[in-house]
């Protein structure tokens, strides 16, 4: 197996990308092609004071930047790492794409070059929530800023196929992200998705609000890109100021510090669980192909983990689990489980 790797793209790249496709590479016995300015790749590869095994440069001489128009880069570079990168999958030379880069360049990328999914009407991008009680899946987080009812539908049978594959879950429970837990509560396009929801087939559990994300209620829960980036972007936030808080009040505290031994592990273990490198990045998911996009300010950490979650979509079916379930003219539930594949 083979994973290209956005080696340009990030705001720690290339040194940082490098470093963590070099690990990932490592510790996983994954092969990884780092794509991007071959010469600036090779002199991070020689940082290392140790031969770089399974670890592979593909050149794509063009740079995007993070803040560039995603259609006029992608236009006049054609041959950047997320360019390259993609095409590879599409050829079969990889088997899942990796970039910390423009994320929406990243996207666009990914409709244009390996396409929608037959039945798809628009992909989304899907996070993994922490919690209480195991982990949840939220989507759209960022893919489709304006959606319409049945947008959400297919997101729901999306991340539940998700969850079955990458997390064993039997009939995964679905929500829908809303003001109030009443069916009433909502703007017009909740209270529209929530009518078709409770006739699609899924497990559907209602309405879940925001406070309600983290507490196990649900195991997708369902949203606009909009809405979804603004939760994603304000749980990072609060989970860093509140662990930025706790060690700010600690220095200075002899009691605090003298009992550091007690209360520090539970603490680091939490902070883990939180910490958005562990997850690595978000998958794609309506593509024909794997593609995880990870965050612009991942560290080698992140990166890792990104090209595990690669690793571990490309390992299992279900990119051929979608393609069943989405294909369906009738819309139906026609899902492939993770049982069956």
Known sequence: MKIALDAMGGDKAPGEIVRGGILAAEEFGVEVALVGVTSAIRAEIGKFNHPAVGVSVVDA??????????????????????????????????????????????????????????????????????GFKGVGLLLDVGANPDCKPQNLVQFARMGSLYM??????????????????????????????HKLLKTSGLNFVGNVEGKDLLRGLADVVVTDGFTGNVVLKLGEGVAETIFASVKQAVEGNIPALATAFIWSPPLLDVYKGYDF????????????????????????????????????????????????????????????????S
């Open 61 to 130: 001489p063009d740079i995007i930047g993070m803040a560039e128009s995603v259609m006029v880069a992608l236009k006049q570079k054609p041959h950047s790492g997320i360019a390259v990168g993609l095409e590879m999958v599409k050829r079969g030379e990889a088997s899942a794409f990796v970039s910390a880069g423009n994320t929406g360049a990243g996207m666009a990328a990914a409709l244009m070059i390996l396409d929608r999914l037959p039945g798809v009407l628009r992909p989304a991008l899907a996070f993994v929530t922490p």
């Open 164 to 193: 079955e594959h990458m997390y064993k879950m039997s009939r995964p429970r679905v929500g829908l992200l809303s003001n109030g837990e009443e069916e009433e509560k909502g703007n017009r396009l909740v209270r529209e998705a």
């Open 277 to 340: 490198r562990k997850h690595g990045g978000v998958p794609l998911l309506g593509v024909n192909g794997h593609v995880i996009l990870a965050h612009g300010r991942s560290d080698a950490l992140a990166i890792k983990h990104a090209v595990r979650q690669a690793q571990m979509l490309a390992q299992g079916e279900l990119l051929r689990a979608l393609r069943v379930a989405l294909a369906s003219p009738t819309g139906e539930n026609t899902m492939v489980s993770a049982e069956e």
